[in-house]
């Protein structure tokens, strides 16, 4: 396995461009399990975790292949089963449950188990399904569902779930008669897949809102579609403008979807400007450090967590973390107080002293966004930082160093 070897200290600066969406392409990918006719993806980036549903379509039927950044699927005959080999290395598989019971009234899913950041149960993905019509068992650690046609339901989640809203949208698309969704995740990917949706012919609208309507239509057919940009990457690079103390242009930077992000930025003493190619972000002489509670969107997000906390570490002043989605999503404090942070944790809180000098060092992380603050503590760190087991940076980032040394950063991938 590789990893990143980090000489921080120098100010980054110039311009990076922003990737198509992880987040927003697992689903969408997924949706093409529901379609008749062939369909184009632009803008999807060539990550693990998409490389991996990509095996998972052809699996079930869909074969999907790269062509530069774009993706074409051909969905043909489909099969039910989503395999444990897969589902174990990408939890995101779930999201085939929907689209499959939608179009042949049966799945066989393996049960995705826990993750380095929590348990991370399915249950309200699968009551929701049932209140449609679909039943479930558990056989030899799959979830297998089965129904006749899926009827539209009335479902108010107990939680604004995105994974759930995105499965419930995929299978409501087909449904007889109409689905209303309360409480639904609002976030930028929910409403990337609706308008993917949309564009093949269902008929949605709600996607943003907390209440989102479905009525389901016969058939839906193939597309050209481009992926949003992904607004945690985008992110990542902002706190990568601020911590180096540089100023980047951020080419394809979604702006709208980065509001929380952008904001707390500004609070820190960053200017974040709009302007013609992206978005600026630039150091003004002082970090002063700040708050962060995770909310669902329109909050402040837990994939900008870890980041941000690097971010605080060499901040003047003293600021709190609050994780509120996920229950163990820690993993990188004590990496980053291997570095010399002053971080501590009480319960689901990172109380971090700021104002410290990051110290270069052998450090790993279990997740992906702990993987990325890491990455941002060595790019501010004095020295070397070695960030062992890059898979998990390598599944949300398309090769990271290939973007930031251009613009400044001194980072080479040597195997381990
Ligand atoms: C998605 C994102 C992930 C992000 C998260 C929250 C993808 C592929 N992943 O994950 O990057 O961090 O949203 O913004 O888009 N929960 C239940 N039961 C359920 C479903 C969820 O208890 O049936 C809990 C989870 O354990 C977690 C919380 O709800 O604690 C949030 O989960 P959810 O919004 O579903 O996140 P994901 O879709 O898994």
Redesign the pocket.
């Known amino acids: 396995m590789d990893k990143l070897v980090i000489k921080g200290g120098t100010p980054l600066e110039g311009s990076i461009r922003v990737s198509g969406s ?2 927003a392409s ?2 969408i990918l997924m949706a093409s399990i529901l379609l008749e006719e062939p369909v184009i993806f632009r803008n999807v980036p060539r990550l693990r975790d998409i490389y991996t549903t990509n095996k998972l379509l052809g699996i079930l039927g869909c074969p999907a292949e790269f062509e530069g950044d774009s993706v074409y699927v051909k969905p043909c005959d489909l099969n039910p089963e989503a395999p444990y080999d897969l589902v174990k290395t990408m ?2 598989s779930v999201l085939c449950l929907g689209p499959l019971l939608a179009r042949l009234g049966e799945a066989r899913v393996a049960y995705p188990g826990g993750c380095a950041i ?8 699968l009551s929701a399904l049932e209140k449609m019509g679909a039943e479930f068992e558990l056989d030899s650690g799959y979830i297998v569902g089965r129904c006749k046609q899926l009827t539209g339901a009335h479902i108010r989640f107990d ?6 809203t ?1 499965n419930l949208l995929m299978a409501a698309t087909l449904a007889k008669g109409e689905t209303v969704l309360e409480n639904a ?1 609002r ?1 930028p ?1 929910v409403i990337d897949l609706a308008n993917f949706l949309c564009a093949c012919g269902a008929d949605i609208t709600g996607q943003g809102t907390d209440v989102i309507r479905i009525r389901g239509v016969e058939r839906l057919h193939g597309c050209d579609y481009r992926i949003m940009p992904d607004r945690i990457e985008a992110g990542t690079f902002m706190v990568a403008a601020a911590i180096t103390k540089g100023n980047l242009l951020i080419e394809d930077c979604p702006d709208d979807a980065l509001d929380a992000v952008s904001q707390k930025l500004r609070d820190m003493g960053l200017s974040v400007v709009s302007e013609e190619g992206g978005t600026r972000v630039k150091y003004q002489g002082h970090l002063e450090s700040t708050d962060i509670v995770t909310h ?1 969107y329109p909050g402040f ?3 900008m967590q870890a980041q941000f906390m690097a971010l605080m570490c060499v901040a003047d002043g003293f600021g709190m973390v609050e994780e509120t ?3 163990n999503r820690f993993m990188h404090v004590l990496e980053l107080v291997r570095m010399g942070a002053d971080v501590r944790l009480v319960g689901r809180t990172a109380r971090v002293r700021g104002g410290r000098a990051l110290r270069g060092a052998p450090v790993m992380a279990s997740d992906l966004r702990a993987s990325a603050s890491l990455v941002l503590a060595g790019l501010a760190a004095e020295g070397e930082t070695h960030v062992q087991r890059i898979y998990h940076l390598d599944r949300g980032y398309e090769r990271i160093e290939e973007k930031l040394c251009p613009v400044g950063a001194d980072i080479q991938r040597v195997p381990e």
């Not at 929590?118 to 993905?125: C, I, N, T, W």
Request: aromatic share 6%.
């Open positions: 992880k987040n697992l689903p939890r995101a929590g348990a991370r149960p399915v249950d309200l993905h939680f604004p779930t995105v994974g759930g995105e995740a976030e990917e669902p997000p837990t994939d989605i996920f229950e």
